[in-house]
């Protein structure tokens, strides 16, 4: 007799939008047993897993929901941490609509697995258990690794060569660990106990961390090569873009780093317990499509703003958000100013914003992104009052490292250049991915970079062939 598929996938329960727009708490509460279990019974467990191709670091997706349909947990979160030992962030933050529920075979008819809910399920299960089961290392090889970057690709790096035998050492910048994930991403679609969790499971399996120490300055790249066999760059893309209009030096316009950094990472979001120097403000503009323009939108909203805009040139169709972000901002009250770009800021007698002076547009021919091209609509200028504007139009890398270590080629967005195959760079001993390599892309592919370069540094580490 046939399986009988259920065509939807399992609801997750979430905070109802008036509720979660007073508090920065997480929105979807996951996934009970039984509803974990419903939800993996609808895998058809595919012999040719396409899902598995569509995972950027290769997850035997139908042999850990197989697990989880037969209600043994603890044998699912082995099969997944023996590729990805990032599950709890994935399973919220990463793109799965794009990547392995797009080549579900169950969407050819119905919503596929939800592959994501699942992988978040088995991660916070493993976490209510107390301490996560440690994987065996290879013996010790005496070779050491620098990751520059605790971010998404640099944790992969680290968690796969840590249990291959070798040292590994994680530089991070910042006071804290994890990269985009704590600076960039909110409390209320990432909690910081998520990513300290799985941070931590890292130092458990031995690798160590270095926080506040910034590769280019405490040290460069050269003097990091003396003492280390080879090194992984996952240094992000923490350099802003501004549109280079009249006004944006004015008072109340922030980049979304600057503004998402000041309520992740100074705790904005804590207020009153942290008196974070940030403009709460009321009337706000966000400029951009993507999920960070999405991110800062539902921030502005839960300090206090009354009203939200995000504006943005292309129509919501083009928008580079995930939908499942655009939904929540839609449900919460953020207004979309679709095929709209911001010409000008103007202030007031102190030098704060106070309108944003905007132009409608209309769409073209398809450009190089495939994306229909926005044109301006002449004559159609118009105004909104602001307070407050952040700008979220994408990032480049920071320049420090190319800027101090002459001989490793960059591209001219000043993304460093690798071999895609290996991520090998110019500079002998030195592999780099992620945002560095490719502007503001996806955590998963970041993780998947990592995971590259990781196999490229062991084989590296275990000849001596470059």
């Known amino acids: 007799m046939a399986k009988k598929i259920i065509p939807q996938k399992i609801p997750m329960k979430e905070q109802p939008p008036e509720e979660r727009i007073k508090n920065f708490n997480e929105v979807p509460y996951g996934y009970s047993e039984e509803e974990a279990i419903q939800e993996a019974k609808r895998c058809l467990q595919c012999k040719r897993a396409t899902c598995i191709a569509g995972c950027p670091v290769e997850i035997d997706i139908p042999g850990f929901i197989k697990k989880i349909a037969e209600g043994d947990f603890r044998a699912a979160i082995k099969i997944m941490k023996d590729k990805n030992v990032l599950p709890a962030v994935c399973g919220r933050v990463c793109p799965q609509e794009d990547q392995c529920e797009k080549v579900c075979v169950l969407a050819k008819k119905y919503e596929p697995v939800g592959i994501g809910r699942l992988e978040r399920f088995i991660a916070d299960w493993e976490a209510e258990q107390g301490a996560a089961e440690i994987p065996p290392k290879a013996p010790s090889t005496g070779k050491r690794v620098a990751v520059v970057g605790s971010g998404p690709g640099g944790l992969t790096v680290a968690g796969d060569l840590i249990k291959l035998g070798h040292e590994v050492v994680i530089f991070e910048a910042l006071h804290k660990p994890g990269g985009v994930l704590v600076y960039g991403i909110p409390e209320f679609r990432l909690p910081k106990t998520i990513v300290q969790r799985e941070v931590d499971y890292l130092l458990k399996l031995g690798v160590r961390l270095e926080t506040s120490f910034v590769v280019g300055r405490t040290k460069t790249l050269d003097e990091l090569l003396e003492e280390f066999d080879a090194i992984y760059l996952g240094t992000g893309a923490g350099l802003p873009w501004f549109m280079n209009i009249p006004g944006e030096n004015y008072n109340g316009v922030y980049s979304a780093n600057e503004y998402l950094t000041r309520s992740n990472l100074m705790k904005a979001y804590l207020f009153p317990q942290y008196d974070t120097p940030i403009v709460r403000g009321k009337k706000v503009a966000v400029i951009g499509g993507g999920n960070v323009a999405m991110d800062s939108a539902r921030t502005a909203l839960r300090l206090g703003a009354e009203e939200v805009r995000i504006i943005y040139r292309r129509s919501e169709k083009e928008m580079p958000a995930r939908i499942e972000e655009i939904e929540h901002a839609k449900e919460e009250g953020i207004i979309f100013e679709i095929l709209t770009l911001p010409v000008a800021y103007h202030a007031d007698e102190n030098g704060w914003v106070k309108e944003a002076e905007c132009i409608r547009m209309k769409l073209g021919e398809p450009d190089a992104s495939g994306r229909r091209r926005p044109l301006p609509i002449e004559g159609s200028n118009f105004k909104i009052p602001v307070d407050t504007v952040v700008v979220a139009i ?60 990781a196999r490229s540094i062991h084989e590296y580490l275990k000849t001596g062939v470059w």
């Open 394 to 453: 994408g990032q480049s890398p920071n320049p420090l490292i190319a800027q101090t270590t002459p001989d490793l080629k960059v591209g001219k967005w000043g993304n460093i250049e690798v071999d895609p195959e290996t991520g090998k760079t110019s500079k002998k001993g030195v592999w780099a991915g992620g945002d560095v390599v490719r502007g503001g892309a996806t955590v998963i592919l970041a993780m998947g970079d990592g995971r590259v370069a």
